[in-house]
């Protein structure tokens, strides 16, 4: 077949697919499932179960209180995570801070993976929905450097197939077809991905959180899958927040 032939053919089969920005590929059936569920997030279910779990530890007004700030002011200061938190000297994110809040109120603290978990750090980044996303990765020496490894996890390729996040994600390949969805971009300015995590991901199923998915990424591309909540981690939904810096939240997101 000519090049020619061959490029043109291309073209056609992606403006075939074309649909809904970056869940274009999908089935007829997949596309009528998306509609409605962009209407009806079944996720709305569990970002209230995450309400009434936080609810046992004093709800919004109890989460402002262990972090030092005004109830009103608890939006903004959400939408600047992952943050560098003095009592804890480190980098974390807003499932950490809940895991603590709940060590510290002597309840058993939820893992990081599980889905109660998944609920809550969905419902407390909901209370900044419509906030921008602004977190501030200049902030102190601790983000600097938590912004550094971020870049570098992103960047670095490993695994038997020398893949990075990069490989999938720089702006050389993004829209391209893998796996049956576009490729989105994430490590540009101006990306959105950060705002719409944790999502309903309807290949799951279920409840899922940024750094959860990212470990689908990598049990996919074959590579060592980093611990949720681990340095790097973190580090790797700092770096990649911050692309998505002024962007307005919308929690629960939608993902196929």
């Known amino acids: ?24 590929a999908m089935s007829d059936a997949d596309r009528a499932m998306y509609a409605e569920m962009s209407e009806n997030n079944p996720a709305d279910i569990m970002v209230a ?17 262990y972090l030092g700030v005004s109830e009103d002011d ?21 499932d950490q801070v ?12 939820l893992k990081l993976k599980s889905g109660n978990m998944f609920s809550m750090l969905a419902y407390i980044k909901s209370i ?10 200049n902030a102190n020496p601790q983000m600097k450097a938590a912004y550094a490894l ?51 991901r309807m290949t799951k199923s279920s409840l899922r959180t940024m750094q959860r998915r990212f470990q689908g990424c990598m049990k996919n591309a ?6 949720i909540g681990s340095k790097e981690m973190v580090a790797l939904e700092v770096y990649l927040t911050d692309k998505s ?6 929690i629960p997101g939608l993902k196929r």
């Not at 903004?76 to 974390?92: E, H, L, Q, S, W």
């Not at 810096?245 to 919308?250: H, L, N, R, T």
Request: proline residues 5%.
């Open 1 to 24: 077949m000519k090049t020619g032939i061959k490029i043109a053919l291309s073209v056609a089969m992606l403006a075939s697919l074309s649909f809904g920005g970056e869940q274009f």
């Open 98 to 109: 809940v895991q603590a809040m709940m060590a510290d109120g002597g309840h058993k603290p």
């Open 150 to 200: 971020g870049e570098k996890t992103f960047m670095t390729k490993r695994g038997g197939r020398g893949l990075s996040c990069n490989s999938c994600h720089s702006p050389d390949v993004v829209g391209r077809v893998l796996r049956t969805q576009p490729l989105p971009d994430l490590g540009t300015k101006g990306a959105k991905s950060a705002a719409t995590w944790p999502a309903y």
């Open 49 to 65: 179960d995450g309400e009434e779990l936080l609810s046992y530890m004093g709800g919004d007004a109890g989460l402002a209180k």
């Open 74 to 94: 608890l939006p903004a200061y959400i939408a600047g995570f992952p943050r560098y938190i003095k009592k804890f000297d480190m980098v974390v994110g807003l």
């Open 222 to 227: 074959l590579l060592k899958v980093i611990p």
């Open 245 to 250: 810096k002024g962007a307005e939240i919308v």
């Open 128 to 137: 900044a929905n419509d906030e921008k996303i602004n977190i501030d990765v």
